[in-house]
């Protein structure tokens, strides 16, 4: 076979280690065996640069005698993120919890070991590091997007409703540090009265075939302030429990311009109505009163009677235009912000 393979082999007996190497080489076209015969020599190597190349780390119990959990922990410190296959000589090895809980990628037992239990076990413990490195490293993007997320981010667990993690931009927007979050509900940021809209929500949620929930709802800031957000949520497993990704864009200033934008439209059909109905009152009546002067064989104390008429109507005509007009100006006020 054409597969190329460069281990540390810790193994204080020349048989072992020449058997290690005969299987190897029915294997591997270039086995690369590194050897070590000591725990501390071992710890040394794993030290330098050298062992950087590295792919797997075969560990014999014999080379540790009674000290072998010892020895395990010494060499899964030094190199957590390569596999650690223990050759064991007591077939309880696997069985013992003591041993299982050390870190260790696999054990072979000496009595049962051959080239393709040898193989498998090299593939299988490299493959699964490379899955592992390859989970940490999506693992560390997620993190990095959550965190430098400029919105405020948070992810809470499905069942409880508790926060499991929150990202500085929530923290900075709620007022909350991250411990108080850590020790609250998701319900706990929601004004009182919008409880029953918010068990609905969660209804829908989890009842929904995606789980994932989107629209635009109330929050509380530590300081009380009532805030309107868009929330989006996604599904996910953290944990291996079922939780929820949510992203919360604060839209309290759209609200805000909305409710200006609506006010406004009704002062200005206000002003279209005074403009339409009222407006026209006054009008018709100076019109009508213009039109009584111009008779000739009109008296003297008729044409007063109607001059006092005309002016109360150019009065009450003034007093609606300048209505109109103060009505127009509240029509200019300053919005929330200026698109």
């Known amino acids: 076979m054409n597969y190329h393979i460069r281990l540390l082999v810790v193994q204080p007996n020349d048989p072992d280690l020449e058997k290690t190497r005969n299987f190897l080489s029915g294997v591997y076209a270039t086995p690369e065996i590194l050897r070590c015969k000591t725990i501390p020599e071992a710890a040394d190597f794993l030290q330098n640069s050298e062992a950087a190349r590295l792919e797997v780390v075969l560990l014999d119990s014999a080379v540790a005698g009674s000290n072998l959990a010892e020895s395990i922990t010494t060499l899964v410190s030094l190199c957590p993120q390569l596999p650690l296959i223990v050759l064991a000589d007591d077939p309880a090895f696997g069985l013992s919890t003591r041993f299982i809980e050390l870190g260790f990628s696999d054990y072979l037992l000496k009595s049962e070991w051959s080239a393709f239990s040898l193989q498998k076990s090299i593939l ?25 997320s400029p919105e405020p981010m948070w992810v809470y667990d499905m069942e409880t409703l508790h926060f499991v993690d929150v990202n500085e931009a929530a923290v900075k927007h709620y007022g909350y540090d991250k411990d108080e979050f850590l020790r609250m509900s998701i319900r706990e940021i929601r004004p009182s009265e919008d409880m029953p809209l918010l068990e609905e929500a969660i209804k829908r949620s989890r009842i929904s075939e995606e789980g994932s929930l989107q629209g635009m709802f109330r929050h509380k800031k530590k300081n009380g302030e009532i805030i309107f957000v868009y929330i989006q949520s996604k599904v996910i497993l953290l944990n291996d429990r079922p939780s929820k990704l949510i992203l919360a864009h604060d839209i309290t200033q759209h609200v805000q311009y909305d409710r200006a934008i609506k006010a406004q439209n009704q002062k200005l059909k206000e002003i279209a109505w005074i403009q339409c109905h009222v407006v026209r009152t006054p009008i018709a009546r100076l019109m009508g009163l213009v039109d009584a002067l111009e008779e000739e064989d009109m008296n003297e104390t008729l044409r007063t009677e109607l001059l006092v008429h005309i002016r109360t109507s150019a009065h009450e005509l003034d007093t609606i235009v300048r209505e109109i007009a103060h009505k127009a100006q509240q029509v200019n006020v300053t919005l929330p912000y200026n698109l």
């Open 124 to 148: 299988y413990c490299i493959e699964r590091c490379k899955l592992k490195a390859s989970l940490r490293e999506s693992e560390k993007r997620y993190s990095t997007l959550f965190q430098s």
